[in-house]
């Protein structure tokens, strides 16, 4: 299964993960680890002549995603990769959508009285952006300009040779993050990765406002030989209001400072500057987060220790049944989207930090 309905179900399963029953969360995890490719009798048509003629490309594919496939090739002596979007993917946004807002009702997967609307609203405008190539090597570049460091590598992209549809990037080697070559590493250089990726985040957040919402292992290389984390994909990149990001800051900002009144006074300004319809006991709320926020306000959290998740899970589901949520703060949906795969990320790598004196740095009076 391809397209734009693979990706929304993702996108919308953050919402309703402690709703979903667990065919559904097995539909979900299937499709994200599908990897089936178009043949290359069909995919090189997509191609224009003229990038055919200045790269050398194989037709043999190196990975595959809902929207597209990333292809080798040479261009000017140097090796780079092809992302190659699927014929019809932006076509069928509209439709894919009405599908999914479809299964979800006829699986009563949430309480009907949640207003879904903004949310598929949000997810519709975050697709089309993460299918315009474009837009997205800009922001290659601009990570790329931002962040190169001894720490990061971000590849240098080729735009006279990408176009909408196709994004041509220099080709870099290295290892996934969920690869038996990362889990066979030494612990302390997997906590020394996870610390990056943790920093990282923090930068997207305090300092350059743009944030990769999909914090996927499929999205890092790490280079052995460099000592380098290698960002490898840009399409879920997003910027934000100033005054979003600012709220966002001080929410992080509580739970780092163990501010009652912050977490309350910003969560409460966070949805009065939205059209969300909620009702919570923010006593509740607050306890909740003390709680998913545990890994960022004590010394040091061993992350390969699965109680926390568990429990995280269990109060989740009862903090949101609690509540009467009516209109979901859709502004925010990108930013939790994040934190989610961050702290998947971090229990993919068994890590082991303090990431308490990570944010510090960050953190300002």
Same mark, same amino acid.
């Given at each position: 299964?391809?397209?734009?309905?693979?990706?929304?179900?993702?996108?919308?399963?953050?919402?309703?993960?402690?709703?979903?029953?667990?065919?559904?969360?097995?539909?979900?995890?299937?499709?994200?680890?599908? %990897?089936?490719? @178009?043949?290359? +009798?069909?995919? *090189? $048509? =997509?191609?224009?002549?003229?990038?055919?003629?200045?790269?050398?490309?194989?037709?043999?594919?190196?990975?595959?995603?809902?929207?597209?496939?990333?292809?080798?090739?040479?261009?000017?002596?140097?090796?780079?990769?092809?992302?190659?979007?699927?014929?019809?993917?932006?076509?069928?946004?509209?439709?894919?959508?009405?599908?999914?807002?479809?299964?979800?009702?006829?699986?009563?997967?949430?309480?009907?009285?949640?207003?879904?609307?903004?949310?598929?609203?949000?997810?519709?405008?975050?697709?089309?952006?993460?299918?315009?190539?474009?837009?997205?090597?800009?922001?290659?570049?601009?990570?790329?300009?931002?962040?190169?460091?001894?720490?990061?590598?971000?590849?240098?992209?080729?735009?006279?040779?990408?176009?909408?549809?196709?994004?041509?990037?220099?080709?870099?080697? %290295?290892?996934? @993050?969920?690869? +038996?070559?990362? *889990? $066979? =590493?030494?612990?302390?250089?997997?906590?020394?990765?996870?610390?990056?990726?943790?920093?990282?985040?923090?930068?997207?957040?305090?300092?350059?406002?743009?944030?990769?919402?999909?914090?996927?292992?499929?999205?890092?290389?790490?280079?052995?030989?460099?000592?380098?984390?290698?960002?490898?994909?840009?399409?879920?990149?997003?910027?934000?209001?100033?005054?979003?990001?600012?709220?966002?800051?001080?929410?992080?900002?509580?739970?780092?400072?163990?501010?009652?009144?912050?977490?309350?006074?910003?969560?409460?300004?966070?949805?009065?500057?939205?059209?969300?319809?909620?009702?919570?006991?923010?006593?509740?709320?607050?306890?909740?987060?003390?709680?998913?926020?545990?890994?960022?306000?004590?010394?040091?959290?061993?992350?390969?220790?699965?109680?926390?998740?568990?429990?995280?899970?269990?109060?989740?589901?009862?903090?949101?049944? *609690?509540?009467?949520?009516?209109?979901?703060?859709?502004?925010?949906?990108?930013?939790?989207?994040?934190?989610?795969?961050?702290?998947?990320?971090?229990?993919?790598?068994?890590?082991?930090?303090?990431?308490?004196?990570?944010?510090?740095?960050?953190?300002?009076?």
């Amino acid at each position: 299964m391809k397209g734009s309905f693979v990706k929304a179900a993702q996108m919308l399963s953050l919402y309703g993960e402690h709703f979903l029953p667990k065919e559904m969360k097995d539909f979900i995890s299937q499709v994200q680890s599908e %990897g089936h490719y @178009l043949e290359w +009798s069909k995919l *090189k $048509n =997509l191609i224009p002549i003229e990038v055919h003629q200045k790269i050398d490309i194989s037709s043999e594919p190196l990975a595959a995603a809902s929207i597209g496939q990333v292809h080798r090739g040479v261009y000017q002596g140097q090796e780079v990769v092809l992302k190659i979007q699927y014929e019809g993917i932006r076509q069928a946004i509209d439709l894919d959508l009405r599908l999914l807002k479809l299964l979800m009702r006829s699986l009563r997967i949430l309480p009907k009285k949640i207003n879904l609307d903004p949310i598929y609203d949000e997810i519709k405008k975050n697709l089309i952006r993460e299918m315009d190539y474009k837009e997205e090597l800009a922001t290659q570049v601009k990570f790329r300009d931002s962040l190169q460091s001894d720490q990061y590598y971000i590849p240098k992209a080729y735009p006279e040779v990408s176009t909408e549809n196709i994004l041509v990037s220099e080709y870099c080697s %290295g290892a996934l @993050l969920s690869s +038996s070559q990362i *889990k $066979n =590493l030494s612990q302390d250089k997997k906590n020394d990765i996870a610390r990056r990726i943790f920093r990282l985040f923090f930068l997207e957040l305090f300092e350059l406002n743009l944030i990769q919402t999909d914090a996927h292992p499929g999205n890092f290389l790490f280079d052995k030989k460099t000592d380098k984390l290698i960002l490898i994909d840009f399409g879920s990149v997003r910027s934000f209001d100033d005054a979003i990001i600012k709220k966002y800051q001080n929410l992080i900002k509580s739970f780092y400072l163990d501010d009652e009144t912050l977490f309350k006074n910003t969560f409460q300004d966070m949805l009065d500057s939205t059209e969300a319809i909620v009702s919570i006991d923010l006593n509740d709320l607050w306890e909740y987060c003390r709680f998913v926020t545990i890994p960022i306000r004590q010394d040091e959290f061993d992350w390969s220790d699965s109680t926390h998740a568990e429990e995280v899970y269990k109060k989740a589901q009862k903090t949101i049944l *609690k509540a009467d949520v009516k209109t979901p703060p859709h502004q925010f949906l990108f930013i939790d989207r994040k934190v989610v795969g961050l702290f998947f990320l971090m229990k993919t790598l068994d890590a082991k930090f303090n990431a308490k004196n990570i944010l510090a740095e960050f953190i300002r009076d």
